[in-house]
């Protein structure tokens, strides 16, 4: 089993859509996680970290359940700017192993 | 964004050559690591530093040698490439390794080995 698992896609909304990605992690040990998103030919960007409690940063919405293992990205309102892939990194506290996935593409189409 | 600026942008070699990647962080970050990323497939983490200490070593072919000579700068030294090495080399950098460290990417060097 991979250590961190996404769905490729690419998942086609049209503008104004809701869209939601999971990621699975396999280490119940993973204490810290993230989204991060990657437009194409460039580098990962930091989109949004992912607390225990659950996060919102504008349309963006991001969920952790530790029991099930998976992180989740609700994206509102999608925009055409929002197309991209993004990445689900998980990490263990005190480690520097950030363990990527293969990122989930999203197309927001007009 | 000028946080972490990588050295060339671009860069295509034979088998036979030598090459260094650079990478540097304005960040005042104590880790720096370097990544590869080729198609369809996730980051793979090559190598960590940590206050110049190598601190992660993941089983990367002895033709990729890293430098730390401080904790601003980190070099991916290249020789006898294969063309199966062609990839985006991506370096990053982050504070530490506590929890919810966020790690800040360069722009990448895209190699290709003919």
């Known amino acids: 089993r991979k250590e961190v698992e996404q769905d490729p896609g690419p998942f086609n909304v049209p503008e104004g859509a809701t869209v939601a990605f999971n990621c699975t992690y396999s280490?119940?040990?993973?204490?810290?996680f993230f989204w991060y998103r990657q437009d194409c030919r460039k580098e990962p960007k930091l989109l949004m970290s992912?607390?225990?409690s659950g996060n919102e940063d504008g349309r963006f919405t991001a969920q952790l359940n530790r029991a099930s293992q998976y992180i989740s990205l609700l994206i509102r309102d999608s925009k055409l700017s929002d197309s991209a892939t993004y990445l689900c990194?998980?990490?263990?506290?005190?480690?520097?192993?950030?363990?990527f996935g293969t990122g989930t593409r999203l197309k927001v189409l007009a | 964004e000028t946080g972490v600026t990588q050295t060339p942008r671009h860069l295509v070699m034979g088998m036979t050559n030598k090459k260094s990647l650079k990478c540097e962080q304005h960040?005042?970050?104590?880790?720096m690591y370097w990544y590869k990323q080729s198609a369809k497939k996730p980051l793979e983490l090559m190598f960590v530093?940590?206050?110049?200490?190598?601190?992660e070593n993941n089983s990367v072919p002895s033709r990729f040698s890293p430098e730390c000579p401080n904790s601003s700068h980190l070099f991916l030294h290249l020789h006898t490439l294969q063309p199966e090495d062609s990839a985006l080399y991506l370096c990053?950098?982050?504070?530490?390794?506590?929890?919810?460290?966020?790690?800040?990417f360069g722009p990448g060097t895209r190699l290709l080995v003919l």
């Open positions: 990053a950098s982050s504070q530490g390794a506590g929890k919810q460290e966020t790690q800040y």
């Open positions: 280490n119940s040990a993973s204490q810290s």
């Open positions: 992912v607390y225990s």
């Open positions: 990194v998980v990490t263990t506290s005190g480690t520097y192993k950030y363990i």
């Open positions: 960040l005042g970050h104590n880790a």
């Open positions: 530093y940590s206050l110049e200490e190598r601190v």
